[in-house]
């Protein structure tokens, strides 16, 4: 955390350090963030990121615990004002678009911490999730793909979510999520508490969502199962984008070993 006006580490990058290369090749992102600056009150959290999504790829924003990876998918939703800078998703400039007016248009975040209504069923807390008329009107066929992909939650779908894992409740906040018939998806923390077993078989539902052409967003300390079964990673430092690159590719930097693997 760096307060605004104060000087702003600088670290040099092994993989990438300057995003403008690789913009030839990642002409149509799906969703661009470009230069976004925000944070609280005057405490500044993110100093000019810049990120691109394409469509039908699943993209890892990796970074240490209080780095603003939650700050920064907010300010894609609309849910935090950004100082400066743009998010443009389909083309269109949404940054001053409401997080309502963005959901319509197929942004759906999964949040930290899952936000779920506890005291509600599954289907209920599923019914929630498509909301929008546009969902609405794939609210069948939506509920049997998740309950295909979960199945676990087909067989729960009418007990109260406290009764549920923790697994099993990260299930049903991506559940939920997929209900609102995304066209993209922002996962905010998809194995956060959960034993290893069943942060393998969510990262699995990943994989499958992506074979169906789901253009996501995932933010995950589990670094080396994201890194596994994305296509491209960010890693944010200071603020910034510090690297980016393949995935295969950014397993074999030392940074990143030693940083977020322990190696
Ligand atoms: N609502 C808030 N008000 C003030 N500071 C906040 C708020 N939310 C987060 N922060 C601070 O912003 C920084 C980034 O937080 P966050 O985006 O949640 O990090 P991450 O998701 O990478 O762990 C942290 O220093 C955190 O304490
Ligand atoms: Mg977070």
Redesign the pocket.
């Known amino acids: ?1 760096t307060r605004r006006g104060e000087t702003k580490p600088v670290t040099d990058s092994p993989v990438r350090e300057n995003r403008e290369q690789d913009t030839d090749n990642r002409l149509h992102p799906w969703l661009a963030v470009s230069d976004l600056t925000t ?3 005057d ?1 500044q ?1 993110l100093w000019g990121v810049s990120l691109t999504l394409e469509k039908g790829k699943l993209t890892t924003l990796l ?10 998918l ?1 300010a894609v939703m609309g849910l935090l004002r950004p100082w400066a800078g743009r998010v443009t998703f389909l083309g269109r400039d949404l940054t001053r678009n409401s997080p309502h007016s963005r959901a319509k248009l197929g942004m759906v975040l999964v949040p ?1 911490g899952r936000q779920l209504f506890t005291e509600m069923t599954v289907l209920e807390n599923l019914e929630l999730g498509a909301f929008s008329k546009r969902a609405h009107a794939h609210y069948r066929e939506n509920l049997e793909k998740v309950f295909a992909m979960f199945p676990r939650l087909a067989e729960r779908r009418h007990q109260k979510v406290s009764s549920l894992s923790g697994g099993e409740q990260q299930m049903l906040a991506v559940s939920r999520g997929l209900m609102a018939q995304p066209k993209i998806l922002l996962i ?1 923390e998809l194995s956060l508490g959960l034993s290893p077993i069943m942060a393998l078989n969510l990262f699995e539902s990943l994989t499958r969502l992506k074979e169906a052409g789901l253009t996501m967003l995932l ?1 995950e300390q589990n670094v080396a199962m994201a890194l596994a079964v994305s296509d491209y990673a960010y890693v ?1 430092a200071h603020g910034k984008i510090w690297l980016h690159g393949d995935p295969r590719q950014l397993l074999k930097n030392d940074d990143i070993r030693q940083t977020y693997l322990g190696l």
């Open positions: 955390m944070g609280y009150a405490v959290i970074g240490s615990n209080g780095v603003g990876k939650t700050t920064l907010r930290e905010d933010v944010l």
